[in-house]
């Protein structure tokens, strides 16, 4: 049995092409028939390799260890090897979680892209969904996934305001709505989304659809929003939330309110959209006096 039909036996076609390409990476990094009689050092020494010649992301570096971990598992099912140098390999490379707080939106650009979200030559009675995704992200700062389980049920226009669910990352909260949202809104409920509904063959209680009246992919939302924008406008659903969020907290709002309205678990997520002094004067002179 190839490689290529252990893969496809054991694991998913997703994956195949993926685990293939690190696999072929590791065994050429060996003189040839080498790679199968690679021990637990030289696999160390390998995963040394890629971190100082490869600028990897820690999650693609794990990938490449679980690569790895398939061939050797691949020879001692085929019968070429009867142990695994590798199996109890773990790593804990750090992520670099830590928010770029000087590259974000100020809140006047926040404003430009809900007022420039109409752009859309064709399907014009998707215009009305796009711009309320756009005031979902920059004024209550929802996630992508937030705003795709938001249900009808979910939005109370007589209140004013839209009722977030717990996401795994993301905490329940209640917001208020702008005045300009709730009559978009209105008309949204009362026209566009009707209009989306009639291509379902069953009702959904989502409040956003698609064009054909399912469920949106969180993972659709930037390309509904960019659709007709060009490169240099592309806007991102994330770094919009974070912008908002970073926003509030340099206008001198309080940490625990801001960290209420984001839905974040611990008050240390929230914290790190803070700008220091250092940061608030690289900022300034970079917009004023660039050096050259």
């Known amino acids: 049995m190839s490689i290529e039909e252990y893969l496809c036996k054991t694991y998913s076609s997703k994956t195949f092409n993926g ?28 995963i040394e390799y890629l971190r100082k010649n490869f600028d990897l992301h820690p999650k693609t570096l794990k990938h490449c260890l679980y690569a790895v971990k398939i061939y050797f598992n691949w020879l001692i099912e085929t019968g070429q090897r009867n142990d695994h140098p590798c199996s ?47 005031s979902l992200l920059i004024y209550q ?15 109370n226009l007589e209140k004013g305001e839209i009722h977030i669910k717990a996401q795994y990352h993301q905490l329940s909260r209640t917001l208020p709505l702008k005045a300009k949202q709730v009559l978009l809104f209105y008309n949204y409920l009362n026209d566009d989304r009707p209009k989306q509904a009639a291509f379902a063959q069953e009702p959904s209680p989502y409040f956003i659809l698609g064009q054909y009246g399912e469920k949106i992919n969180p993972h659709g939302i930037s390309k509904m929003i960019n659709e007709y924008r060009p490169a240099h406008e592309k806007i991102q659903p994330e770094k919009i939330r974070q912008s908002v969020i970073a926003n509030l907290l340099a206008n001198e709002h309080d ?23 250092m940061e608030t004067l690289r900022t300034s002179v970079n917009q004023y006096h660039p050096v050259k």
Request: charged share 30%; proline share 1%; hydrophobic share 35%.
């Open 19 to 46: 685990n293939l390409y690190h696999i072929r990476r590791f065994t050429d990094y060996y003189p040839a028939g080498k790679a199968a009689k690679a021990t637990y050092v030289e696999v160390l020494q390998y």
């Open 88 to 134: 109890e390999i773990q790593l804990k490379d750090m992520i670099n979680r830590k928010i770029q707080v000087d590259k974000l939106y100020g809140s006047q650009a926040l404003e430009r892209f809900f007022e420039t979200v109409c752009q859309s030559k064709r399907k014009h009675r998707l215009d009305s969904r796009n711009k309320i995704i756009v």
């Open 141 to 155: 700062a929802l996630t992508v996934t937030e705003i795709a389980e938001l249900t009808t049920d979910d939005v």
């Open 255 to 277: 940490t625990r309110i801001v960290q209420v309205f984001a839905g974040h678990r611990r008050i240390s997520t929230t914290e790190q959209y803070r700008k220091n002094e």
